[in-house]
């Protein structure tokens, strides 16, 4: 074994905004899913060198040190926080990748966690003494007319490439079902937090449902884009030789990260961003679309995945086959990192080569290739 190894990756259910995780503050989701890698792996906190942890809507404060202290790390384990929006959880494993395949650490901790329900209020200040101006979204781009809100630009993408309302709904009804399916078995990737040990969103979404659901803009309702959530997902991140020790003492597969890419796009159509970076992942892997047999794809809004699935060759019958985003939420920061410990459990189960995917304000995208060692 050489390179970077997940040894082990687990999350939390994914629960809607005001939700059954509403209580908890980002180092309250965070700890106890990083404790579960820890136990998994049969690792003891104190080889821990380094805890990435994305967020994208908190105040700063870097919520990587209290999540690390709360989870009973040493006080050496600094903590490092970063935003790259709904990115930020696969960026954060490709950072620990960095780390491990650069030598500077053995063992890193990486994911996110993002709290909806708790989120700050954000307003803008003004050196004039005008009132603080409260705002939701933050800019993405300097250019006020290049920077559109996020369904606007999901509806103009499906107009641009013909992707109808029906597609949408279509992708949203078997996200739903699919998770629904899965969700009938044991969900040995869930921390259970706050009683909550299923996916809370998840229902049985009908076509009747999706033509009542209320438009938000466009072809794009509350049927096919993701509702705010909060949850946190980590995985462990080793040198090689942490990954040999472990194996001799362990049942859990090693899964290698085999390359990743993180690349910018049109900041108008950020959800067709992933392509390239899926493809710049496949190629460093020297892996083809075909070779895949299975991938993660963002689902925040349907119309995204559909395009990011269809522009990059995949398969349908590979993508979110246990369903996605849409059946779950989207907590921000957290999202990329759920996709990662989703990927990591359907390889350890199926075997091949997987690919994880998402797409960020901006015009972002992050993409991950995995494959057991």
């Known amino acids: 074994m050489t390179g970077a190894l997940i040894i082990a990756a687990r999350r939390s259910a994914v629960a809607p905004k005001g939700g059954g995780l509403a209580?908890?503050?980002?180092?309250?989701?965070?700890?106890?899913?990083?404790?579960?890698?820890?136990?998994?792996?049969?690792?003891?906190?104190?080889?821990?060198?380094?805890?990435?942890?994305?967020?994208?809507?908190?105040?700063?404060?870097?919520?990587?040190?209290?999540?690390?202290?709360?989870?009973?790390?040493?006080?050496?384990?600094?903590?490092?926080?970063?935003d790259r929006q709904c990115c930020g959880g696969l960026d954060a494993v490709l950072l620990a990748r960095a780390m491990v395949m650069s030598g500077q650490h053995d063992v890193v901790i990486a994911g996110g966690a993002e709290s909806y329900s708790r989120r700050p209020l954000r307003s803008r200040t003004f050196a004039d003494g005008r009132p603080a101006e409260p705002y939701e979204q933050a800019p993405f781009t300097p250019?006020?007319?290049?920077?559109?809100?996020?369904?606007?630009?999901?509806?103009a993408l499906g107009r641009q490439l013909g992707i109808s309302r029906r597609d949408q709904?279509?992708?949203?009804?078997?996200?739903?079902?699919?998770?629904?399916?899965?969700?009938?078995?044991?969900?040995?990737?869930i921390v259970a937090l706050q009683g909550l040990n299923r996916d809370a969103f998840t229902r049985d979404l009908t076509p009747r449902l999706c033509a009542r659901a209320p438009v938000v803009t466009g072809s794009i309702t509350a049927a096919n884009m993701a509702v705010a959530a909060d949850g946190a997902a980590f995985c462990l991140v080793v040198s090689g030789q942490v990954a040999r020790r472990i194996a001799r003492q362990s049942v859990r597969p090693a899964i290698r990260i085999v390359s990743g890419a993180t690349l910018g796009g049109d900041p108008t159509l950020p959800g067709l961003a992933p392509v390239a970076?899926?493809?710049?992942?496949?190629?460093?892997?020297?892996?083809?679309?075909?070779?895949?047999?299975?991938?993660?794809?963002?689902?925040?809004?349907?119309?995204?995945?559909?395009?990011?699935?269809?522009?990059?060759g995949l398969a349908r019958d590979i993508v979110n086959s246990d369903g996605g985003g849409l059946a779950r939420g989207h907590p921000v920061g957290a999202s990329g990192a759920i996709l990662a410990v989703r990927l990591y459990h359907r390889l350890a189960r199926q075997g091949g080569a997987g690919v994880a995917a998402i797409a960020a304000a901006g015009g972002l995208g992050t993409a991950l290739v995995l494959r057991p060692d």
Do not use: Y
């Open 277 to 312: 970076a899926i493809e710049k992942s496949l190629r460093d892997a020297a892996l083809a679309p075909t070779d895949l047999t299975c991938a993660e794809i963002m689902e925040a809004f349907a119309v995204q995945a559909i395009a990011c699935q269809k522009g990059a």
């Open 23 to 82: 209580h908890c503050d980002i180092h309250d989701l965070a700890a106890p899913v990083i404790q579960a890698v820890l136990a998994d792996a049969g690792l003891d906190g104190g080889e821990v060198d380094e805890v990435i942890l994305a967020n994208a809507l908190g105040a700063g404060g870097n919520p990587a040190r209290r999540a690390a202290l709360a989870a009973g790390l040493p006080e050496r384990v600094a903590g490092l926080s970063v």
């Open 169 to 189: 709904d279509d992708w949203a009804i078997s996200s739903h079902a699919e998770a629904r399916r899965w969700q009938a078995h044991p969900q040995v990737e």
């Open 143 to 155: 250019w006020p007319d290049r920077d559109p809100d996020m369904a606007e630009a999901a509806d």
